[in-house]
């Protein structure tokens, strides 16, 4: 006998008295963001009164459920067992299923298993239609942080899904965290795939999620190639979370825009991607798919994202490193909503004692030390007005190299341009630059990326060892902007970082080369 899977273990919640709980803290939550509306104006000048009170009351409500404890979770987890109330055209068609061995079998050799995974349980799943069912499918995971939600709680968007699209939604409740942590849902999800194959064609199925739906779904199109089991038609991710270590800057930076939670620096709000799995399964691409190391063969995509959002530079990275693969999707559509503050993230690189913190230092808090104190790593964050757009910069002050330190991924992977700074009163840190650019073309697969060539200390006359030119024939050469700086004197400090800028926004300009049929909106 296989054990059906209940979302709700212990009790079946009051789903009246739950609501009503939702609904007044709602209502209060909605008087004060609308106090804090007409006194303080919005959270971003864009940003209209109802977009601003829906917007922070939800993070309120959201921040209030993220401090239960971990018993009290399931009780706030949300489900609506009974759904909202759908017109008369729509047909639902409950379906059953049970996990298959294979996929749990995969799954033994990839990562950690919890003991729930290897649990034989039926799975509920339904279709949903409207008016007539379609040959095409599309296969909706929800999202919900992997520890909330369900197929009940999202029909009125699969019904506009269906509604919509022409197309009939294939919907399930996967098992959730923390009662069931990874792989279980992503089990799920598979096995509820390879259910519904059987019966249709996968070239007609569309995987599509929201959220950690998203990173899903992703998660899922990684899995399948690996089992060499059929690809779906194409993918649909709207804000997907692919990145649960949080070490994109949009994450922190777009802290005060999002409803999200999961602030890195409080351990307490940690908790949604540690109910779902252990640091040791974080880097995981069926965990976090932006981390992937081979992202070749993958459907084609649509990855829609706000400008303002948390998840808005993992996505951005994500699209990139798709479109460099040896064999990227036949297309993918990125369509970023943008919205206010646009986040930056740079790297400062070069040899030790060139004078990488000291031009930072001087750019960010306008002061300059003589005393030299080797950097380990350092970030700082700057707000800076570009050709009249506003930038969130985050730069990241690295330890000096030589040519024989190994380029870390975290000053590769998710760096919008590079700023690499010599000294003109050494050579060897002249030549370190070049051996420096090689190493992150490499480590990015790109033939190009945006850079800043900084000959610093130029205060130092008697000491000069790289003339100007020199410099200047280096920047040519790399097709990126040239600057002598001293930062004892902040003198071109500010140039620095508005050229930058520049370099950065070139790739937005002008369109690179792209495989045919991949489109960066
Ligand atoms: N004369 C002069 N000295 C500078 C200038 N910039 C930095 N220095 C000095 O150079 C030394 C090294 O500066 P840092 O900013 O710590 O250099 P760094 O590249 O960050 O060093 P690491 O973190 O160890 O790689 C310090 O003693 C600074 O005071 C400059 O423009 N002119």
Redesign the pocket.
């Known amino acids: 006998m296989h054990q059906r899977f209940d979302p709700h273990p212990d009790k079946e919640p009051n789903m009246l008295k739950e609501n009503m709980t939702v609904f007044r803290r709602m209502s209060s939550y909605f008087l004060k963001e609308s106090f804090i509306y007409l006194t303080r104006g919005p959270t971003i000048p864009d940003w209209n009164f109802g977009y601003h009170t829906l917007i922070n009351s939800i993070k309120r409500l959201m921040i209030s459920h993220h401090y239960l404890e971990l018993p009290d979770v399931p009780a706030a987890q949300l489900r609506s067992t009974t759904g909202p109330k759908l017109s008369k055209h729509a047909h639902i068609v409950p379906d059953t299923f049970v996990q298959r061995d294979k996929v749990i079998e995969f799954f033994k050799d990839k990562c950690t298993m919890v003991d729930h995974a290897y649990d034989k349980v039926v799975i509920d799943a339904e279709y949903l239609s409207y008016k007539k069912s379609h040959k095409d499918i599309v296969f909706f995971v929800h999202g919900g942080g992997y520890c909330t939600g369900s197929k009940e709680m999202y029909r009125k968007i699969s019904y506009l899904v269906a509604k919509h699209s022409d197309s009939t939604v294939y919907a399930l409740n996967y098992r959730l965290s923390p009662q069931n942590p990874f792989p279980c849902g992503l089990i799920d999800c598979i096995s509820g795939y390879q259910h519904l194959i059987e019966t249709h064609d996968h070239k007609k199925v569309i995987l599509m999620g929201d959220s950690a739906g998203g990173g899903m779904v992703l998660a899922m199109c990684i899995a399948l190639r690996e089992m060499n089991l059929p690809i779906p038609g194409g993918v649909y991710g709207i804000s997907p979370w692919i990145d649960l270590t949080h070490w994109f800057a949009s994450f922190r930076i777009n802290q005060k825009t999002d409803f999200l939670i999961g602030d890195t620096t409080d351990p307490r709000l940690q908790g949604q991607r540690h109910y779902y799995t252990g640091n040791e399964n974080l880097k995981l691409g069926y965990v976090s798919p932006v981390w992937e190391e081979n992202l070749d063969n993958l459907p084609p995509m649509l990855i829609q994202v706000g400008g303002a959002e948390k998840l808005h530079d993992e996505n951005i990275h994500f699209s990139q490193r798709l479109i460099n693969t040896s064999d990227p999707p036949q297309e993918l559509h990125l369509q970023v909503y943008e919205s206010h503050v646009h986040v930056r993230k740079i790297a400062v690189l ?1 040899s ?7 031009v930072t230092v001087q750019f960010v808090e306008n002061h ?8 380990i790593e350092n970030m700082f964050t700057k707000i800076v007005k570009y050709k009249g757009e506003e930038f969130a910069v985050e730069i990241m ?1 690295t ?2 190299q030589d040519e024989f330190s190994i380029l870390n991924s975290k000053h590769a992977i998710g760096i919008h341009g590079y700023i690499l ?1 010599y000294s003109i009163a050494s050579q060897q840190s002249f030549e370190m630059c070049s051996i420096l650019r090689d190493k992150i073309l490499n480590f990015t697969g790109m033939d190009w990326v945006p850079c800043v060539l900084v000959a ?2 130029v ?2 006359h008697a000491q000069r060892q790289v003339t100007t030119e020199e410099g200047k024939k280096k920047a040519l050469e790399w097709n990126c902007a040239f600057i002598e ?4 004197h902040n003198q071109n400090i500010s140039r620095v970082f508005d050229q930058m800028l520049a370099e950065i926004e070139k790739v937005r300009g002008e369109p690179q080369a792209k495989p045919s049929g991949c489109v960066i909106f």
Request: no cysteine; glycine share 10%.
């Open positions: 070069g030790r004692a060139v004078g990488k913190s000291s300059f030390a003589e005393t030299y104190y080797p950097t002050d330890a000096g700074v610093n200390k205060d130092l700086t001293s930062a004892k």
